[in-house]
């Protein structure tokens, strides 16, 4: 058993700011399924929302957050977080973080987004997230107070009430279970406090804009563990991912709109026009709805996002990275339009946490995508997640400090002595995949009872498959988020059957109105308590609405 004051599952954004800024004080753990890199945080493209120009207000980004939001968003966490946007900023400049400045000047060069009433998004050209990953990589790689476990995946917390060793009515977490991948070793962890910093869920889809660690794994193992999750339905879809058959998963930013670039049909007509008074730049549940909606109505495989009219020099200034990624694929986005079609992006909903980014459970933290704050809404404003990631990783390192004290609890090991190696891993793989293509069917854009409730069936005929494959076999990094999948898949669409309305990213053709109650959807997991078993058996757990 390993013992650390702060366990860190994730190395984005969220992360690795909470361990760098915990490290002066603690013992800390990060635990990455795969690399330090490997994350959302590091194909953000965009960059990062700040209301620092002088022509610009936290009041306004406040509002334009709200209005994203679709009336969903919890009005003193986006003042909370808005008002702290040019710390983070500066927190990353202080980092090695080398934002793009203005032509001749040292003054920041703000870009533009959709719904964003001014510039205000600050950026390294289009590779905003690498710039800052790696800048947070190094930090960490060289702090004596950090250990690093690249390639294991957590799989589970421990909790007091799980284990049933401390007799209290709290539900405390006490640490967690790691497989490192190359071994097959289940490795005891026990720390004083565990932050969830495991991203979001877009996996879930078929198509989406995230890389592959994005299953979702943090949601699952709070919800197992007692914690309650909301606004699950609210999964945003990106309108412009590269359609290409070589490269599924490439963004195209929506900075590219907010400099200039135009949506057009295959017939080279713009239509933005026609859904929104705020055209090419409305908030991206509008874009992604009209796309989808001209899909379908013309039977055309994607829309094309057209920059070609700016000077090749002003194209290679902004946006060099989409420019030689499309080149490679020739595609000169200097003189073609870019095809382009949505794909999931983002997970409004997760881990419901409070101001000190505290969940439910007692020593259990979630930050940045997989955390439910309550900034976001029923509809994400593009670029505040990597601010969300750095103002609530402050929140959680102050809390942290100010109240933890070491208790070391003697931890069980993983009991993995009835079970057997799996005899078709292939089985997973054929799971996994239709998992991804029946929520992308049925679980997408447009939502319908009919189709909702498709998917729930199917997730009940797939989740007695899964537990059989868990509790009877050694767990292997693909089951284990294949497990996380469908829990999140599950979270998904129970939180879309119950909201009877359509709003922000939930649009079901049976409730098309917006309600005049505006309610927020939490799930809370009615039996979580022994959940590991001899067998790690999962037991089923019933989820209400009480939105
Ligand atoms: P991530 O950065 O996704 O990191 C999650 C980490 O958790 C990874 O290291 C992963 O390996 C690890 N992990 C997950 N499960 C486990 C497990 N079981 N065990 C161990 N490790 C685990 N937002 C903006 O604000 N501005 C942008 O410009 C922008 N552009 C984007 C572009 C793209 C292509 C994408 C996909 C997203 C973009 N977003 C943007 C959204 C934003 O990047 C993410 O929401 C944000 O980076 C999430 O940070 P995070 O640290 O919470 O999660
Ligand atoms: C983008 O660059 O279009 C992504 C920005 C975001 O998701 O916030």
């Not at 990094?477 to 939930?506: C, D, T």
Request: aromatic share 6%; with cysteine.
């Amino acid at each position: 058993m390993l013992n650390f004051d702060v366990a860190i599952v994730g190395s984005g954004l969220a992360g690795l700011s909470t361990a760098i800024k915990l490290a002066d004080d603690k013992k800390i753990a990060i635990i990455s399924k795969r690399t330090l890199s490997e994350s959302s945080s590091q194909w953000a493209q965009g960059g990062i929302a700040a209301s620092v120009s002088s022509v610009d207000s936290t009041e306004a980004h406040v509002n334009d957050t709200i209005v994203a939001g679709a009336g969903l968003c919890d009005e003193s966490v986006t003042k909370f977080v808005t008002a702290n946007s040019a710390s983070a900023l500066n927190w990353l400049t202080k980092m090695g973080v080398n934002f793009t400045k203005q032509a001749n000047t040292s003054e920041l060069h703000l870009t533009k987004e959709g719904g964003h009433s001014h510039r205000r998004i600050a950026h390294v050209a289009d590779t905003t997230g690498s710039a800052i990953q790696s800048a947070l990589i190094e930090k960490v790689n060289n702090h004596p107070n950090i250990t690093i476990f690249e390639d294991h995946i957590a799989v589970d917390l421990i909790t007091n009430k799980k284990l049933k060793i401390i007799k209290t009515e709290k539900n405390i977490c006490l640490g967690l279970y790691v497989l490192e991948n190359t071994s097959g070793k289940v490795v005891t962890i026990q720390a004083d406090v565990t932050v969830l910093a495991t991203g979001g869920a877009s996996k879930v889809y078929l198509y989406t804009t995230n890389p592959d660690v994005s299953t979702g794994d943090g949601i699952s193992m709070a919800w197992r563990s007692g914690c309650r999750v909301a606004n699950m339905e609210f999964v945003q879809f990106h309108p412009t991912c590269l359609y290409h058959p070589h490269e599924k998963s490439f963004l195209i930013s929506e900075v590219l709109r907010g400099e200039g670039g135009i949506l057009k049909l295959p017939n080279n007509k713009p239509f933005m026009h026609l859904y929104d008074i705020r055209g090419d730049l409305a908030p991206r549940d509008v874009v992604a709805r009209a796309i989808d909606f001209e899909m379908k109505k013309r039977g055309i495989e994607c829309v094309y996002l057209d920059i070609s009219h700016k000077s090749k020099k002003f194209i290679m200034e902004h946006f060099p990275m989409i420019y030689e990624r499309c080149l490679s694929l020739n595609i000169d986005i200097s003189k073609d339009p870019i095809p382009v079609v949505p794909a999931a992006h983002y997970s409004c909903g997760g881990v419901m946490t409070d101001f000190n980014a505290q969940t439910d459970v007692d020593n259990l933290y979630a930050v940045g995508e997989a955390a439910y704050t309550g900034l976001h809404g029923a509809n994400r404003l593009a670029s505040n997640s990597l601010l969300e990631c750095l103002v609530f990783s402050d929140a959680a390192v102050s809390h942290i400090v100010a109240k933890h004290k070491a208790h070391r609890e003697i931890l069980p090991r993983w009991d993995a002595s009835r079970v057997t190696d799996a005899d078709e891993e292939v089985l997973i793989t054929h799971t996994w995949n239709e998992l991804r293509r029946f929520m992308w069917n049925y679980v997408g854009i447009v939502r319908t009872n009919k189709r909702l409730s498709r998917a729930m069936h199917r997730i009940d005929m797939l989740r007695d498959e899964v537990n059989e494959f868990y509790t009877n076999f050694k767990i292997s990094n693909n089951l284990i988020e294949l497990r996380n999948l469908l829990q999140v898949a599950e979270l998904i669409v129970k939180s879309a059957i119950s909201r009877k309305e359509s709003r922000g990213l939930h649009f079901s053709k049976d409730f098309p109105e917006t309600s005049n109650k505006k309610y927020i959807t939490i799930l809370e997991p009615a039996n979580f308590v022994g959940a590991i078993e001899k067998k790690h058996t999962i037991k089923k757990e019933k989820s209400t609405s009480i939105g």
